[in-house]
């Protein structure tokens, strides 16, 4: 599925994309126009979602600066206040009391004459260790990659690490006047997207950035901030991929197993393309973390093949994924970017293009004797599903057919809950946003010979905006006990699929009709059965 051709044909490289922003060039030649019956005047409401973020109008992608601070999560992310195409990058926010909800701020950091606002992150300086506080607050200080313009004194299209601080809640936001706080010598075009934490074993502030072409992370220690100390270097001894990018990585610990004794770290690196599903996708490695040094562990075989590596989606739209700074009970609460560098330009959203996926807990649990990240739902969502209305069946039994279920069940913003047994069934497994004839569908299928699921979108609808994307996304998935668990989350331009409790993930955007909101379970080849099926009505979450 992988195109080495593929990368320079969808994203362009972020340099010519900082020249043709600064030369104000527009992409629009770039974007088919979308096949739907919809005016672009009228927009999309059909496939504007829910209960996963989208500005009201224009692009966006990365998730920046999550932060969760005063009881809010905060969400910033690479907007174009100008249009509905990459480019005039600029910080958006959003804010939200549940991970659910989210309100549109103004825009945090707009881009200017000097410097566009690349892809960065927000730390809560509790003590004020940079001097930017005031008596009364603790700053919010965000590190940013500054991308450099003609006039600005750098090179145009120099990529360098700034600082911006916030003494009133995130609401607005001044550059520290020293800015670049980080660049490398000499200078890069591909130095970008710093992650910072607070690293409590040695009192200091880690940042890991990237040198995107180089498929390097750079990590490095602060004091306060703003002077930072080189720590060392992790990359692979054998790149896999070469001419692909390494974007967004984040450095953090966790328990394995929920024994705090037990702290693992991992190194999550976004890499475009070469992902799972093709094109961008968001790789992870667990290992240790001396303070200076990541050492990863179970490294595939040089030579591997995306399937070799681990990942934390394989759904075709999972990126950028990064975790908020301060969460509560230190969680890692992970929200990505739902689109995918190899179309998201073309997606047939007007007038905004970009959404985040559900937000989700991350954690470490060992399978098959080797620590792998699970990520489920958080549990507002959870929460909020529990309490909504629901149509529920004990069990259902299929025999090599497909059955619709009930008009009940009917829905564009559903979650539903089943354990399936595909017993006899070569293969089993579920229908939503299915048409009245059947034409149109995403189908959730368990392959009980070759022990795969797969997400197939090949019939959701619109897909003619771009030959790249991509139309079934396969995962090996051995029952357990015979059966398999999915929490599959429905929204109107997207599926998540939540198999074995968050073990395996799969998300893709689809975009139906209004209309097709039907349910149904299928058998091929035998019988199966679907037991403790709830199916929850989320429409409730209505924007
Ligand atoms: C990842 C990315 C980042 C960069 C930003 C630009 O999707 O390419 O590396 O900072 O997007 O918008």
Known sequence: ?????????????????????????????FAAQPASQHTADAG???????FHYTPQRNWMNDP??????????????????????????????????????????????????????????????????????????SPLIALYTSVYKAGSGHRPGTQAQSLAYSTDDGKTWRKYARNPVLTLDPESQNFRDPKVSWYAPGGYWLMTTVVADAHVVKMYRSNNLIDWDFLSDFTLPDIPHRGALWEMP???PLPLDGDSRKQKWVMIVNVNPWSIAGGSGAMYFVGSFDGRTFTPENVAPAGSDPSRYQWLDHGADYYAAGTFANAPGGEAVTIGWMSNWDYAERIPTTPWK???ALPRVLALKTVDGLPRLTSGPVEQYTRFVSTGSTTRFNELSVSSRVEELAPSTRGVMQNIDVTISPQSARRAGLVVRGSANGEVGTRIVYDTERRTLTLDRSKSGESRFSNAFS?????????VDGKLHLTVVVDRDSVEVFADHGRTVITDLVFPGEDDNRVSVFAEGGNATFSDMTITDLSVLKP
């Open 1 to 29: 599925m992988y195109d080495p051709q593929r990368p320079f044909v969808s994203k362009m490289s972020t340099l010519a994309m900082c020249l043709l922003a600064s030369l104000s060039v527009s992409f629009s030649a």
């Open 64 to 137: 920046n600066g999550l932060v969760f601070h005063n009881g809010l999560y905060h969400l910033f992310y690479q907007y174009n206040p100008n249009g509905n195409s990459w480019g005039n990058m600029s910080w958006g926010h959003a804010t939200s009391s549940d991970l659910l909800h989210w309100t549109e701020q103004p825009v945090a950091m707009h881009v200017n004459a000097t410097e566009e606002i690349f892809s960065g992150s927000i730390v809560v300086d509790t003590h004020n260790t940079s001097g930017l506080g005031t008596a009364n607050s």
């Open 44 to 50: 999309t409401p059909q496939w504007r979602p829910a």
């Open 471 to 479: 139309k079934a996304h396969i995962v090996n998935l051995p029952l």
């Open 250 to 252: 984040d450095l953090f």
């Open 354 to 356: 970009g959404a985040t």
